[in-house]
Nanobody, 123 residues
């Protein structure tokens, strides 16, 4: 069982930045593809960004390309999401997910989930 704990959310104005962190309990963190998803009130959870466990392949949702950056530090078992140029439509609870040996961009395919961190962007 992999425990994931997100942090770094908060309230920010339009155009501001936040960096989310997701710390994993798993010692073999490097074997897991890591993903970020988000869920706005009344909407389904959606894919934001993903990074493979090897090779550094990275994927973004079109809505965040050029503004968000996913990265990972395997030594710290942590994945990050740097969010710049934030917009009110980025307001959501952000979740990280871990999947062993695969890079996940669909909610149904993720194995482990964190509890989420709230990001609110004011206009």
């Amino acid at each position: 069982q992999v425990q994931l704990v997100e942090s770094g959310g908060g309230l920010v104005q339009t155009g501001g930045s936040l960096r989310l962190s997701c710390a994993a309990s798993e010692r073999t963190f490097s074997n897991y593809g890591m993903s970020w998803f988000r869920q706005a009130p009344g909407k389904e959870r959606e894919f934001v960004a993903a990074m493979s466990w090897i090779g550094g392949r990275i994927y973004y949702a079109d809505s965040v390309k050029g503004r968000f950056t996913i990265s990972r530090d395997n030594a710290k078992s942590t994945v990050y999401l740097q969010m710049n140029s934030l917009k009110p439509e980025d307001t959501a609870v952000y979740y990280c997910a871990a999947s062993r040996g695969k890079t996940v961009m669909l909610v149904k395919d993720a194995t482990y989930w964190g509890r989420g961190t709230q990001v609110t962007v004011s206009s």
